[in-house]
């Protein structure tokens, strides 16, 4: 069974940093995309950041420059570094993984396997 566990969310400051964690186990295929989405209340879910198996990694175009994924050397957990962040990135974030990379995309949050989502609030 496939979990996905976040971390890391909370309270800032518009300007300050938060960084997420993603907690992955159970996930046995070699291939994945990962991604960050968030959802603000009254709003869709947007995707924000993902990374793929062979390290290719794409940003939603508010978040470039303030936002980093990575993934940790030896194992499925991977991080989303906040920068310089806003009171519009007040949101659920949420990560996602999936084999199939194509249905798991920024534009495409069709994702087979979801965490719960943490909490960040940014005030101004």
């Known amino acids: 069974q496939v979990q996905l566990v976040e971390s890391g969310g909370g309270s800032a400051q518009s300007g300050g940093s938060l960084k997420l964690s993603c907690k992955i186990s159970?996930?046995?295929?070699?291939?994945?995309?990962l991604g960050w989405f968030r959802q603000a209340p009254g709003k869709g879910r947007e995707g924000v950041a993902t990374?793929?198996?062979?390290?290719?990694?794409k940003y939603e175009d508010s978040v470039k420059g303030r936002f980093t994924i990575s993934q940790a050397p030896t194992e499925m957990t991977f991080y989303l570094q906040m920068t310089t962040l806003h009171p519009e990135d007040t949101a659920m974030y949420y990560c996602?993984?999936?084999?199939?990379?194509?249905?798991?995309?920024?534009?495409?949050?069709?994702?087979?396997?979801w965490g719960r989502g943490t909490q960040v609030t940014v005030s101004s």
């Open positions: 159970g996930y046995s295929h070699t291939t994945f995309s």
């Open positions: 996602a993984t999936d084999y199939w990379r194509p249905r798991c995309t920024l534009q495409l949050p069709k994702c087979q396997y």
């Open positions: 990374i793929e198996s062979d390290g290719t990694t």
